[in-house]
T-cell receptor, first 112, second 111 residues
Framework: KQEVTQIPAALSVPEGENLVLNCSFTDSAIYNLQWFRQDPGKGLTSLLLIQSSQREQTSGRLNASLDKSSGRSTLYIAASQPGDSATYLCAVLSGGYQKVTFGTGTKLQVIP | EPEVTQTPSHQVTQMGQEVILRCVPISNHLYFYWYRQILGQKVEFLVSFYNNEISEKSEIFDDQFSVERPDGSNFTLKIRSTKLEDSAMYFC?????????FGSGTRLTVV
């Protein structure tokens, strides 16, 4: 059974800082890994999708890496801004029927 | 770009009533899913649907729940005799060959 864990559970940083969010998963037989952003009470906004054959993906100030063999992914946010404050979710697609397993999330607060 | 559409965005229902949450998956996708997120908790898998039948379901998905693909475009989640603890955000998703898309969710409030 796939399990996804995210560390830390919460993070508070001053504006402008670079930061790293961590995700680990137990079953390395994945199709892909996706990072989402979720604002309070809202839906899921896809940030980056990394296919199992890829090592990293970049979009603007965001960079996500994937080490499938060790079951780890990191999301790097450069020059953080107050607008980045949200919960970040890691989600892994795996299994015969392509089920997504979500992590527990990291709640980020960027202080102006 | 095609997207998964969910309606309504917010539904309020009285305890004991039945609700139907609706979803229109991406047209050429083959797998369909429902997920649930209780406020403050993680997103949980409920059920997957493939080839007009349930392919996998979680222990949450008991006899109170059912899914249906009544026509070629809609995918519905029916919750019978709703309870207060069914209040949550419900996400529909569809996929094909690893391409996965989520809807924006339906917030269900049971009062």
């Amino acid at each position: 059974k796939q399990e996804v864990t995210q560390i830390p559970a919460a993070l508070s940083v001053p504006e402008g800082e670079n930061l790293v969010l961590n995700c680990s998963f137990t079953d390395s037989a994945i199709y892909n890994l996706q990072w989402f952003r979720q604002d309070p009470g809202k839906g899921l906004t896809s940030l980056l999708l990394i296919q199992s054959s890829q090592r990293e993906q970049t979009s603007g100030r965001l960079n996500a890496s994937l080490d499938k063999s060790s079951g780890r992914s990191t999301l790097y946010i450069a020059a953080s801004q107050p607008g980045d404050s949200a919960t970040y979710l890691c989600a892994v697609l795996s299994g015969g029927y392509q089920k997504v397993t979500f992590g527990t999330g990291t709640k980020l607060q960027v202080i102006p | 770009e095609p997207e998964v559409t969910q309606t309504p965005s917010h539904q309020v229902t009285q305890m004991g009533q039945e609700v139907i949450l609706r979803c229109v998956p991406i047209s050429n996708h083959l797998y369909f899913y429902w997920y649930r997120q209780i406020l403050g908790q993680k997103v949980e898998f409920l059920v997957s649907f493939y080839n007009n039948e349930i392919s996998e379901k979680s222990e949450i998905f008991d006899d109170q729940f059912s899914v249906e693909r009544p026509d070629g475009s809609n995918f519905t989640l029916k919750i019978r005799s709703t309870k207060l603890e069914d209040s949550a955000m419900y996400f529909c998703a569809s996929s094909s060959t690893g391409i996965y898309a989520f809807g924006s969710g339906t917030r269900l409030t049971v009062v």
